[in-house]
């Protein structure tokens, strides 16, 4: 039988993501919230007009708008996310993030 995870998440009372992390003009800015084995959760900001060139990871992830709009991009199709809204980036396919406006998102990596 695998051995459990340790869980090394501090317990904490609610809070708002997008008070987690300020926007920094002309900047891309991460704070990972949660790391494990199996994935990991990151929070980002990004200046109006900035972004990540197009990548690819070999794992799926989820994108959730928290603040802002952000154009993602995946296999050359742009998708506008607002607050609220969550978008699937399928695994080995190449997507890129532009901030329409000063945006925040969570990044929720999925590896198992």
Not at 91 to 105: E, G, N, Q, Y
């Amino acid at each position: 039988m695998a051995k459990a995870e340790q869980n090394s998440t501090k317990p904490s009372g609610p809070r708002k993501l997008s008070d987690m992390i300020a926007v920094q003009e002309g900047s891309v800015v991460s704070r990972v919230l949660a790391k494990k084995k199996s994935g990991n959760v990151t929070l980002f900001s990004f200046g109006k007009g900035e972004g990540l060139s197009e990548h690819t990871s070999p794992f799926e992830a989820l994108v959730y708008g928290v603040e802002g709009t952000g154009r993602i991009e995946i296999a050359g199709q742009p998708f506008d996310l607002a607050p609220g809204e969550i978008l699937t980036l399928p695994a080995s396919v190449p997507h890129a993030v532009l901030a329409v406006d000063d945006f925040k998102m969570l990044l929720i990596m999925l590896r198992e």
